[in-house]
T-cell receptor, first 111, second 115 residues
Framework: GESVGLHLPTLSVQEGDNSIINCAYS??????FIWYKQESGKGPQFIID?????DKRQGQRVTVLLNKTVKHLSLQIAATQPGDSAVYFC??????????FGGGTRVLVKP | EAGVAQSPRYKIIEKRQSVAFWCNPI?????LYWYQQILGQGPKLLIQ????????DSQLPKDRFSAERLKGVDSTLKIQPAKLEDSAVYLC?????????????FGPGTRLTVT
């Protein structure tokens, strides 16, 4: 079936540097995408979302980019901090309110 | 506002035993979801409720899993009998459609270990 996947399972980044997390999706009918952050022992926490009629959306220190031509989604975190260490999931929505999650990327911030 | 509550946080059972998880969604959220998250993977939807009706249970192993949301608020997820491969974190989430957002709010999860 349709699925969402990630290119890099683990990303190590120096504190203060920018992080880029990538995600490939395969369902061209998906009209909404969302990034979640999950810390150890906690449920996923919303970071930012984007609709398919947009190609960029910015939040506080985060930017999501959507390239529908190649079905690619990325999350950029500016000035990465130790508190950004977590697993990041992208998810897509096609029909209804059902989200399909990718496999996750672990971000490790080095001091 | 209070978040999604789940209990218990941890549960260890032997295979073939039964177990139940409880979820209390954010007040006013009509949609409730149960996900299974196996270690190292993303959450997988098991069942979605809209009020007290099932919207999607296509990935729920119905021979052993059941869920209900009798009054359109709290929900329980049951596994009977449990198998080793059911070891996972069971996440409950809720949502209320607001504008263009489909954000789901997740609880802390219940970590199930089947031995």
């Amino acid at each position: 079936g349709e699925s969402v996947g990630l290119h890099l399972p683990t990303l190590s980044v120096q504190e203060g540097d920018n992080s880029i997390i990538n995600c490939a999706y395969s369902n061209s009918a998906s009209d909404y995408f969302i990034w979640y952050k999950q810390e150890s022992g906690k449920g996923p926490q919303f970071i930012i979302d984007i609709r398919s009629n947009m190609d960029k959306r910015q939040g506080q220190r985060v930017t999501v980019l959507l390239n529908k031509t190649v079905k690619h989604l990325s999350l950029q975190i500016a000035a990465t901090q130790p508190g950004d260490s977590a697993v990041y999931f992208c998810a897509e929505k096609a029909a209804g309110n059902k989200l399909t999650f990718g496999g996750g990327t672990r971000v490790l911030v080095k001091p | 506002e209070a978040g999604v509550a789940q209990s218990p946080r941890y549960k260890i059972i032997e295979k073939r035993q039964s177990v139940a998880f409880w979820c209390n969604p954010i007040s006013g959220h009509a949609t409730l979801y149960w996900y299974q998250q196996i270690l190292g993977q993303g959450p997988k939807l098991l069942i979605q409720f809209q009020n007290n009706g099932v919207v999607d249970d296509s990935q729920l192993p119905k021979d052993r899993f059941s869920a209900e949301r009798l009054k359109g608020v709290d929900s329980t997820l049951k596994i009977q009998p449990a198998k080793l491969e059911d070891s996972a974190v069971y996440l409950c989430a809720s949502s209320a459609l607001r504008g263009a957002s489909y954000e789901q709010y997740f609880g802390p999860g219940t970590r199930l270990t089947v031995t």
